[in-house]
């Protein structure tokens, strides 16, 4: 027992020794430090081809008259001629959408002439008339089946649309194309990086971070109310789908 106590005392002593006598200063103990990790940036796309897959339509009819109740009569009538048809050939009403409905009356020109002693227009009888209404509406046209474009373009210039304009070719859902982008895009990136990191004499480590962008290129085509398109054909032709990506990468 008290050997073990007497050994304690000279290791405390030791401690105590060591810690007041030896140069401490003058002990070389290193540094420890964190370095950041060396990067590179590189970009990367890859696109693809893709057939149009919706056709979007617009029909309209505009109607001129001496009463409010004329022009919005007729053209409401044949709006509704319009839908119909339209449904029937097979568009469903979640794709048929009103556009614009306007009704205003004109502002008449002058067509008298001016009293040199009052210096005011006067109108004789035989000129006066009442300014005309002016009643519009138009309805927008979704066509999922784009082979029926050229159909749907001369059924509505069968109408009594006298405005149509279409078919204006878009895509509509591109996830399974961006997905398979989007991969080729960074593989396109990797391989820039590879070479860059060969050639300076270093390794591709992995992937530090990924930013990613990327869009379609819509075609617009236009067709003008009273055009036999029972002998023009239209192509929906394609788009091309892109994505584009920036990638940072560990360099070793």
Do not use: C
């Not at 509704?80 to 409905?101: L, R, W, Y």
């Not at 069968?158 to 149509?164: F, L, P, W």
């Not at 023009?232 to 940072?248: A, I, L, R, Y």
């Amino acid at each position: 027992m008290l050997k073990s106590i007497t050994s304690q005392a000279v290791f405390i002593i030791l401690v105590l020794a060591a810690v007041f006598v030896l140069p401490w200063r003058l002990v070389n103990w290193g540094k420890l430090e964190l370095q950041n990790a060396s990067t590179i940036t590189l970009s990367g796309e890859a696109k693809e081809d893709v057939r149009s897959q919706i056709a979007r339509f617009s029909a309209g009819v505009t109607a001129v008259g001496d009463t409010k109740e004329a022009v919005t009569d007729e053209v409401n009538r044949k709006v509704a001629d319009i839908i119909s048809k339209v449904k029937e050939f097979g568009i469903p009403e979640a794709d048929i959408q009103t556009q614009n409905i306007s009704v205003y009356k004109q502002s008449l020109q002058p067509t008298g002439y001016e009293n040199p002693q009052t210096e005011i227009l006067t109108y004789p009888p035989q000129t006066r008339q009442q300014a005309p209404w002016t009643a519009n509406n138009s309805i927008g046209i979704i066509l999922r089946d784009v082979d029926k474009a050229s159909a749907l373009a001369d059924l509505l210039n069968q109408t009594g649309a006298n405005q149509v304009s279409g078919p204006s070719f878009s895509l509509d859902d591109t996830s399974a194309s961006e997905a398979k982008l989007l991969e080729e895009a960074i593989k396109d990136a990797r391989a820039k990086a590879e070479r860059v990191a060969e050639a300076s004499g270093r390794k591709l480590g992995k992937i530090i971070t990924v930013t990613e962008g990327g869009q379609s290129v819509p075609i617009y085509r236009s067709l003008e109310a009273g055009v036999d398109v029972s002998k023009t054909p239209v192509e929906p032709g394609s788009q091309t789908v892109f994505k584009t990506v920036t990638v940072v990468f560990e360099l070793r």
